[in-house]
C-alpha cells in the first residue's frame, strides 16, 4: 500500500522533484499504468473550475476620511454594498445590481453591470466611484463622501465566497411552452436546449469526492491568486445519493474560499450578465489533491464517462422545489453538444469554461513545480454527512 504525508510532499516540492500532473493528464495515466503504479509514481493532481458562482462577494475597507464617517450606505459604481458592519468597512455581492434597473433584473437586455462587475474593474486596476452617505455622530462627523478609488487604494480588500466550487449540479431544461430567463441561462421552450455548469473530470470536488484532503486551511488558486478554504459552503449538502465511485449525482458538496483580492486578476474573476435573470461573477478555483494514498489516486482519475448529473425541469420542478430529475446524463454526452432524454436529442450548452479549468489546472501545477505553491494540511476536512457536522476529527 503507498502512503505519503504533506511534509513529504512539501519537501519534494521544495527540491523541485514532485511529481505534478493535473486531473485530465492522470486518467490516461491509471488507464496505461494502473492504480498502484501511478499511485506511487504521482504526488499531487491540480484541479480547476471557472464558472459564474453567484454566492460571491468582497469585504472592503474602505479606509477613513477627515473628518471621519461611518458609512451608513455604500455604492460602488452605483451598485449597492452593505455597510452594517463599522465605519468604513463593507461587503459587495457579486449578484447585486443598481438601484437604476426597475425590475432588478436584466431584461430585456437593457441592464448589464453589477456586483461582479465592480469586482472585476478593481481587480483591474480601473477607478470606481464610491459614494458613501451617513446619519453623523460626535466620533464620526462627516455625512457624505464621493471620490474615484482604485483597489491599491483600499486598505484591504477580501474576496470571500460563501458558496463556490459546488460538486456537480443540474442540467437545466424547459418542458414548458415560453421561453425562461434563469441563472443557468436561456432555456428555449419544449426541451430546446440544454444548460450546464461545472467543469467535470476537471472539477475539484470531483476528484475528492469525499472531501478526504480539502477543508478549512486548505491552500488554493482562487481568482488568478492565492486563497484557503474557510469552511463548508452554504447549502452543503454531502449526502446525496451517490455512484460506486464516490461521486454524487445530485448537487452535493460546497466551498467557501477566501483571498485577497489585490494579488487576483481580472482574467479569472470575470462579472457576467445574463437576460432576465441579473448579474453574477465568474471564479477561477483551482485545488491541489496531495496523493496520500491509492484510494485519493483513484478518485483522481474521475473520468466524464463516469460523472452523471441531473436533468431537471425549470419550468416546474425547480420554481416548485427541486422534485424528482427527468433523467441522468453524464458529462462525456454533455460536452458531446448533445444529449438524450426520452426520445429526443437536445443540443447542450455549458456555463463553465472546461478550457478555463484546464488553464488554472496547468498554471496551479506550473506553481507547484516552481516551488512556489507548497500544499497545506487542512485544520479539519469538511463534513462528509450531514448527520452531524463534527470538527473534531482533523486529519
Known amino acids: 500500500m503507498i502512503k505519503k504525508t504533506y511534509e513529504e510532499i512539501n519537501a519534494k516540492i521544495r527540491a523541485g522533484e514532485a511529481v505534478v500532473v493535473t486531473a485530465e493528464e492522470v486518467i490516461s495515466m491509471v488507464r496505461e499504468q494502473g492504480v498502484e503504479e501511478t499511485a506511487a509514481a504521482v504526488d499531487v493532481v491540480t484541479t480547476g473550475t471557472f464558472g459564474p458562482m453567484c454566492s460571491s462577494g468582497a469585504f472592503f475597507c474602505l479606509g477613513h476620511s477627515k473628518p471621519r464617517m461611518k458609512m451608513s450606505r455604500v455604492f460602488l459604481n452605483g451598485v449597492e454594498a452593505y455597510a452594517g458592519l463599522a465605519a468604513v468597512d463593507a461587503y459587495l455581492g457579486a449578484t447585486q445590481i443598481p438601484e437604476t434597473d426597475p425590475d432588478n433584473k436584466n431584461f430585456p437586455g437593457e441592464f448589464n453591470y453589477g456586483g461582479g462587475h465592480v469586482l472585476e474593474?478593481?481587480?483591474?486596476?480601473?477607478?470606481?466611484?464610491?459614494?458613501?452617505?451617513?446619519?453623523?455622530?460626535?466620533?464620526?462627523?462627516?455625512?457624505?463622501?464621493?471620490?474615484?478609488?482604485?483597489?491599491?487604494?483600499?486598505?484591504?480588500?477580501?474576496?470571500?465566497?460563501?458558496?463556490?466550487?459546488?460538486?456537480?449540479?443540474?442540467?437545466?431544461?424547459?418542458?414548458?411552452?415560453?421561453?425562461?430567463?434563469?441563472?443557468?441561462?436561456?432555456?428555449?421552450?419544449?426541451?430546446?436546449?440544454?444548460?450546464?455548469?461545472?467543469?467535470?473530470?476537471?472539477?475539484?470536488?470531483?476528484?475528492?469526492?469525499?472531501?478526504?484532503?480539502?477543508?478549512?486551511?486548505?491552500?488554493?488558486?482562487?481568482?488568478?491568486?492565492?486563497?484557503?478554504?474557510?469552511?463548508?459552503?452554504?447549502?452543503?449538502?454531502?449526502?446525496?445519493?451517490?455512484?460506486?465511485?464516490?461521486?454524487?449525482?445530485?448537487?452535493?458538496?460546497?466551498?467557501?474560499?477566501?483571498?485577497?483580492?489585490?494579488?487576483?486578476?481580472?482574467?479569472?474573476?470575470?462579472?457576467?450578465?445574463?437576460?432576465?435573470?441579473?448579474?453574477?461573477?465568474?471564479?477561477?478555483?483551482?485545488?491541489?489533491?496531495?496523493?496520500?494514498?491509492?484510494?485519493?489516486?483513484?478518485?483522481?482519475?474521475?473520468?466524464?464517462?463516469?460523472?452523471?448529473?441531473?436533468?431537471?425541469?425549470?419550468?416546474?420542478?425547480?420554481?416548485?422545489?427541486?422534485?424528482?430529475?427527468?433523467?441522468?446524463?453524464?458529462?462525456?454526452?454533455?460536452?458531446?453538444?448533445?444529449?438524450?432524454?426520452?426520445?429526443?436529442?437536445?443540443?447542450?450548452a455549458p456555463l463553465s469554461s472546461y478550457r478555463g479549468a484546464r488553464d488554472i489546472a496547468i498554471l496551479l501545477k506550473e506553481w507547484i513545480q516552481e516551488g512556489e505553491f507548497l500544499l497545506t494540511r487542512p485544520v479539519f476536512t469538511i463534513p462528509a454527512s450531514s448527520e452531524k457536522f463534527n470538527y473534531k476529527g482533523a486529519i
Not at 421561453?179 to 426541451?191: D, R
Not at 494579488?263 to 485545488?287: A, D, E, P
Not at 433523467?327 to 460536452?335: T, W
Request: charged letters at 20%.
Open 121 to 348: 474593474d478593481l481587480v483591474a486596476g480601473k477607478e470606481v466611484l464610491l459614494e458613501a452617505t451617513a446619519y453623523g455622530t460626535d466620533c464620526y462627523p462627516k455625512k457624505k463622501l464621493e471620490k474615484m478609488v482604485r483597489l491599491e487604494d483600499l486598505p484591504q480588500a477580501t474576496l470571500y465566497n460563501p458558496r463556490n466550487a459546488y460538486q456537480n449540479y443540474n442540467v437545466a431544461v424547459n418542458l414548458s411552452d415560453r421561453t425562461l430567463y434563469t441563472y443557468m441561462g436561456i432555456l428555449k421552450p419544449n426541451m430546446g436546449n440544454a444548460n450546464y455548469s461545472t467543469s467535470g473530470q476537471l472539477s475539484p470536488l470531483f476528484n475528492d469526492p469525499l472531501y478526504r484532503t480539502i477543508g478549512m486551511g486548505t491552500k488554493i488558486f482562487l481568482g488568478g491568486g492565492v486563497g484557503y478554504v474557510s469552511w463548508q459552503g452554504t447549502q452543503h449538502s454531502p449526502d446525496a445519493l451517490r455512484g460506486e465511485n464516490g461521486v454524487p449525482l445530485t448537487p452535493a458538496g460546497t466551498l467557501a474560499v477566501i483571498g485577497d483580492m489585490k494579488q487576483m486578476s481580472s482574467k479569472w474573476l470575470r462579472g457576467v450578465s445574463f437576460m432576465g435573470y441579473g448579474v453574477s461573477l465568474m471564479v477561477g478555483v483551482g485545488i491541489p489533491i496531495p496523493i496520500l494514498d491509492e484510494e485519493i489516486l483513484k478518485f483522481t482519475a474521475v473520468s466524464d464517462e463516469e460523472i452523471f448529473a441531473p436533468v431537471v425541469d425549470y419550468s416546474e420542478s425547480y420554481p416548485q422545489g427541486l422534485g424528482e430529475t427527468i433523467g441522468q446524463v453524464s458529462y462525456a454526452q454533455l460536452k458531446s453538444g448533445e444529449i438524450s432524454v426520452g426520445d429526443r436529442l437536445i443540443p447542450t
